[in-house]
């Protein structure tokens, strides 16, 4: 723990139990008037901040306390005051509390009436269970049944949360835990931790003084949040910079999740009662503006942490809105293949409890969820649990088929908030926020690394407690990354990277390879066999087999680059139809998705580099709906395109377009995946 200021003289006088009370009167500082006058002052200053019903940050008492603490030592009530305030929410100084309690109780066992609480408190967070145990058993015998009601609550809860620590100290899971240092940590409070699929990157949320603005919270009384990002160089991570106004606010904001490929990041900013934003990666290190997500995601309430499934189409996130079973639970939304959010389901009373969830986060085998949680057997503050769907959770969704959660275990949970648990692409690691002693600052961020494929930290492990999935493991994964190249020039290429379980026939991972051509996916290992596919506006489509046995390694990185034929216009006869595979609208709208984007700048670069080039911009829709209706509609499709290139400078005398409904499709539409294919748009040449 960093060495406090006002702390440094306390050492000394830790340890006089048995002594007599000493007030703060004149009678017993005769000499030293003045001072005991500065002390009283400094007593009715930390009053005026302990005694504040209207905020919870008692620790902010402290430095008034310490001072009258280095006058007189030996006070009873102050002394418990001072522990008080540092078992307080978002103290820093949790462990050193015991022993200002056990002093408070030497001098005076009856100091204050719910000393014996505070008490158990210090010792369960010192993981004394048996003590602890005692403290607040002692403590209820003193509460009344209609009075005391959330106290008596509160502390059997505490008590069943000692008996569970007892037991997970019992058995240990074998990981190693690292603090990340100085360079990620601070005195202040770090979480919120992503990290890249490759484990090159982290990007975190921290309170401290270089906020933008360098503003305090009136609600927490710390600086606001902002979001820092760090490398890993040369086998460390490089020293934290703040991200500057690229993802940064006056206001609070934080991270709240990002895409396998690091590509895509969810923040958290503080407007509006707490609101989810998405940023894309441009380039090496440039984020797009933040645009603010669906408001099927967001409400007036208060949202926090987000995550998407591998293939894109649930995103889950963590909401206070009411109509939940306790106070921020986890919800669903399922977007379809038109891109169309779905209501938000609440994941159900398996997952969520009465108490608070927090920091969703998927597994990218698609089924398995880490989410940190107040509720379930917790051994005090939130801890880390998972669990697995046993069914089709994008079709006839059953919250009964989530395994009932699991405790990861000790020593990654403690009796204090360990949170935002995110789990490496390869499985060997887990990056999470904890506040354990010998650490920075409050809430600091450490590396899990797992040395145990059966504990129930591993995503791997056998998840015994379901009836659901008794004797089933959580896949493994096979990560594949790669480039993707012009093999007539070898210069990068944006590119759409598709993933299909060819047992299955459905895609099961989708990314959209950056503007250096890269591209990062996952997918399960056992036995299956898979397609990958990979197209861009102006190339010849790849499509190649990948084989993945039992006996692939989950920590395995298939560096896979891929060579683009490079279609060749000018060869092409007059008359010939070019797919455009990645151009999206809005449901039953012409309106252009921000998605298609990439493609449509592809068909631009095509035009300018042929300038004699005419085409005719084609539109197609599946055979749902009348015939005039999609009509209408592929029109009004084709002709949002064509104003998309006249916008960006393409003569119009050089395009036209027409809409030919559902005539011409090139699947079965009694397929889903058959209908999202005659859903497309191509180009067709009319002259060059």
Request: proline content about 4%; glycine content about 8%; aromatic content about 10%.
């Amino acid at each position: 723990m960093k060495k406090y200021l006002f702390f440094s003289f306390f050492l000394s006088s830790l340890f006089t139990f048995g002594q007599q009370n000493v007030p703060f009167d004149q009678q017993n500082f005769k000499d030293n008037i003045a001072g005991l006058t500065r002390a009283q002052d400094s007593i009715s200053a930390g009053d005026a901040l302990f005694y504040d019903k209207r905020s919870s940050n008692d620790y902010l008492a402290l430095p008034y306390y310490m001072s009258a603490e280095r006058f007189n030592p030996n006070n009873d009530i102050l002394n418990y005051k001072i522990g008080a305030c540092m078992l307080s929410h978002n103290s820093p100084f949790k462990t050193e509390a015991l022993a200002y309690l056990e002093k408070a109780y030497a001098i005076n066992p009856k100091v204050a009436p719910d000393i014996h609480y505070f008490l158990g408190r210090a010792y369960h967070l010192a993981m004394e269970w048996e003590k602890a145990k005692t403290e607040y058993s002692t403590y209820l015998a003193t509460l009344n049944e209609k009075k005391n009601a959330k106290e008596i609550a509160d502390t059997k809860k505490k008590i069943e949360e000692c008996n569970t620590g007892e037991e997970l100290v019992k058995h240990p899971v074998k990981v190693v835990i690292e603090n990340l240092g100085p360079n990620i940590n601070t005195q202040y409070p770090e979480y919120g931790v992503l990290v890249n699929a490759d484990e090159t990157e982290m990007i975190f949320t921290s309170k401290r003084p270089e906020t933008m603005g360098s503003s305090i919270d009136l609600g927490s009384s710390q600086y606001m949040e902002d979001i820092y990002i760090s490398h890993y160089v040369n086998g460390e991570w490089t020293k934290a910079t703040n991200s500057g106004t690229a993802l940064n606010t006056e206001d609070n904001d934080a991270t709240a999740g990002i895409s396998l490929d690091g590509k895509t990041l969810y923040l958290y900013r503080g407007n509006d009662g707490g609101d989810l934003y998405v940023t894309h990666l441009t380039g090496d290190t440039n984020w797009s503006k933040p645009e603010l997500m669906s408001d099927k995601l967001n409400s007036k309430y208060f949202e926090t942490s987000v995550c998407v499934s591998p293939d894109g189409k649930i995103i889950y996130f963590v909401s206070e809105r009411p109509g939940g079973f306790g106070g921020r639970d986890i919800y669903k939304i399922d977007v379809d293949t038109n891109g169309v959010w779905g209501a938000a389901q609440n994941l159900g009373p398996t997952i969520n409890t009465r108490y608070n969830e927090e920091g969703i986060a998927v597994h990218p085998d698609g089924k398995t969820i880490y989410f940190s949680s107040e509720g379930h057997n917790t051994m005090g503050g939130y801890d880390v649990f998972k669990s697995s769907y046993s069914g089709d959770i994008k079709n006839n969704y059953d919250p009964k088929k989530w395994a009932v959660p699991e405790n990861i275990g000790y020593p990654i949970n403690t009796p204090d908030d360990d949170v935002f648990f995110c789990i490496s692409a390869n499985g060997k690691h887990a990056y999470y926020s904890s506040i354990r002693k010998g650490g920075e600052g409050e809430k600091d961020i450490y590396r899990i690394t797992f040395l145990d494929n059966d504990s129930a930290a591993s995503p791997t492990n056998t998840i015994a407690s379901s009836k659901h999935n008794k004797g089933k493991k959580a896949t493994k994964q096979l990560n594949i990354k790669g480039v993707i190249l012009d093999s007539s020039t070898n210069k990068k290429v944006e590119a759409s990277v598709d993933i299909t379980d060819n047992t299955t026939h459905t895609v099961i991972g989708h990314v959209n390879a950056n503007a250096e051509g890269e591209y990062h996916l996952s997918v399960p290992i056992g036995g299956s066999n898979y397609e990958i596919m990979v197209t861009a506006v102006g190339y010849h489509p790849f499509i190649d087999n990948i084989n993945v046995t039992d006996t692939t390694k989950s920590s395995d990185i298939e560096e896979n680059s891929i060579s683009l034929k490079p279609i060749n216009i000018q060869s092409l006869p007059v008359g010939s139809s070019i797919a455009l595979n990645n151009i999206y609208y809005n449901f039953n709208k012409a309106t252009l998705r921000r998605e298609s984007k990439a493609e449509l700048s592809r068909l631009v670069d095509i035009l300018n580099k042929n300038p004699n080039l005419k085409i005719e911009l084609s539109s197609y829709t599946d055979n749902v709906g009348s015939d005039e209706y999609n009509l209408k509609l592929s029109e009004a499709r084709a002709k949002s395109v064509v104003d998309y290139l006249v916008a960006h400078q393409i003569d119009s005398n050089r395009l036209e377009y027409k809409g030919y409904g559902k005539s011409n499709p090139v699947a079965d539409n009694r397929t889903k995946q058959g209908k999202k294919l005659n859903r497309r748009t191509e180009f067709k040449i009319l002259a060059k």
